[in-house]
């Protein structure tokens, strides 16, 4: 079991950032690829950015590369996004979510991950 807990979120204008973190509870952090999905108002859950278990690899949707960065520290069991240059259109609540490895891994799809957290709000406003 696996219990993830966000934190970060809040307002901020456009152009701002804000770093989100997302603490793990348990002992096999590291064997768990990790992501960040966000849900806006009325729309799907959708992909943000993943991080491979030893953090060999990372993946980002179209829409925040460039912007966003997503890293992990498994001594802290802890995964990060890091959201710069933000926009009105990233407002969301914004999910990490856990997927145990395995072979053929799919990092993009929610439905293919193990864990939730509860979501933390993040509004882009001026």
Do not use: H
Request: proline letters at 3%.
């Amino acid at each position: 079991q696996v219990q993830l807990v966000e934190s970060g979120g809040g307002l901020v204008q456009p152009g701002g950032s804000l770093r989100l973190s997302c603490a793990a509870s348990g002992r096999t952090f590291s064997s768990y690829a990790m992501g960040w999905f966000r849900q806006a108002p009325g729309k799907e859950r959708e992909f943000v950015a993943a991080i491979t278990w030893s953090a060999g690899y990372t993946y980002y949707a179209d829409s925040v590369r460039g912007r966003f960065t997503i890293s992990r520290d498994n001594a802290k069991n802890t995964v990060y996004l890091q959201m710069n240059s933000l926009k009105p259109e990233d407002t969301a609540v914004y999910y990490c979510a856990a997927q145990y490895r395995r072979i053929g891994v799919v990092l993009t799809t929610p439905g293919l991950y193990d864990y939730w957290g509860q979501g933390t709000q993040v509004t882009v406003s001026s």
